[in-house]
T-cell receptor, first 114, second 112 residues
């Protein structure tokens, strides 16, 4: 069974802080990885894709460690608007039926406090 | 740009009643389409996916079914709802070459 594990949190951090989330995955053949952001009672939205060792977009940095099978998401200078649940998603590979199969973690909840 | 629509946004249905949820995508051709369910406090569970008109793959056995009558339309149905069918139903699309999936706004279903 393919699993994606995340610390559910919540992580309560003050504005301006740096916060990091870790995610571990069980399938060593996983090809690519994603972080999605989900606001309360809303749909998940793609935040970042990771195809090699990492990716950076402004205040957000994702790093991949294939040997240890974990991905991290670092958020610098946290804003109130960063409060959300962050989902770690693993691409398990191309299925025989013609699409990629994604496995979703249950998410880590972040609350940024004024 | 691509957009994905789902309706209705919320739905309250009695046990044993039928269900039909609709999802449409604009701005892309021949997308892969997906139905997920997110129960309270749980992760996203893939229910069905489709790589083309009339092609449906089911991930979990249940009393739900899916159909794709047109290229950019995906429908989730049930003949008789169970209490356990309550949840947040999300439709998503992806291209055929990349794995990223993009979600619609979802339908929140409560079975009473």
């Amino acid at each position: 069974r393919k699993e994606v594990e995340q610390d559910p949190g919540p992580f309560n951090v003050p504005e301006g802080a740096t916060v990091a989330f870790n995610c571990t995955y069980s399938n060593s053949a996983s090809q690519s990885f994603f972080w999605y952001r989900q606001d309360c009672r809303k749909e998940p939205k793609l935040l970042m894709s990771v195809y090699s060792s990492g990716n950076e977009d402004g205040r957000f940095t994702a790093q991949l460690n294939r040997a240890s099978q974990y991905i991290s998401l670092l958020i610098r200078d946290s804003k109130l608007s960063d409060s959300a649940t962050y989902l770690c998603v693993v691409n398990e590979g191309y299925s025989g039926a013609g699409s990629y199969q994604l496995t979703f973690g249950k998410g880590t909840k972040l609350s940024v406090i004024p | 740009s691509q957009t994905i629509h789902q309706w209705p946004a919320t739905l309250v249905q009695p046990v044993g009643s039928p269900l039909s949820l609709e999802c449409t995508v604009e701005g892309t051709s021949n997308p892969n389409l997906y139905w997920y369910r997110q129960a309270a406090g749980r992760g996203l569970q893939l229910l069905f996916y489709s790589v083309g008109i009339g092609q449906i793959s089911s991930e979990v056995p249940q009393n739900l079914s899916a159909s794709r009558p047109q290229d950019r339309q995906f429908i989730l149905s049930s003949k008789k709802l169970l209490l356990s069918d309550s949840g947040f139903y999300l439709c998503a699309w992806s291209g055929t070459r990349l794995a990223e999936q993009y979600f619609g706004p979802g339908t929140r279903l409560t079975v009473t």
